[in-house]
């Protein structure tokens, strides 16, 4: 019961670290711009390219370990980044787009491969 108690302890403090963290890093540009301060071109440009390129970054994460010459042959995970293209496209919406490319893959790998 005292093993529990302190794992309990543990969990409540990575919680709370982790929530000042967050906390912290959304209020960080408020403290370093403030009102009366322009934001500077730098951030604006970061702004406007960081989100493509984190976007690159899950796909290649995501499709990293792919085996093109074994198996299946990658052919789940490269039709079901065709079905988030083709629903982005057709809707631009993000979440659309990653819930329903998550939820194909997920149904083409437990019925069909």
Known sequence: MNNLMI????SLMIVAV??????LLRFLPFLVFGRSQ?????ITYLSSVLPYAIIGM???YCLKDVQIMTGN??????ISVAVVVAL??????TLLSIAGGTIFYMLIIQFVF
Do not use: A, M, Q
Not at 18 to 23: A, Q, R
Not at 38 to 42: K, L, Q, R
Not at 88 to 93: M, S, T
């Open 7 to 10: 794992n309990d302890g543990k």
């Open 58 to 60: 899950l796909v290649v």
């Open 18 to 23: 982790i929530s000042l963290v967050t906390i």
């Open 73 to 78: 042959h990658g052919l789940p995970e490269f």
């Open 38 to 42: 322009e934001i500077p071109p730098f």
């Open 88 to 93: 982005h496209l057709w809707r631009k919406n």
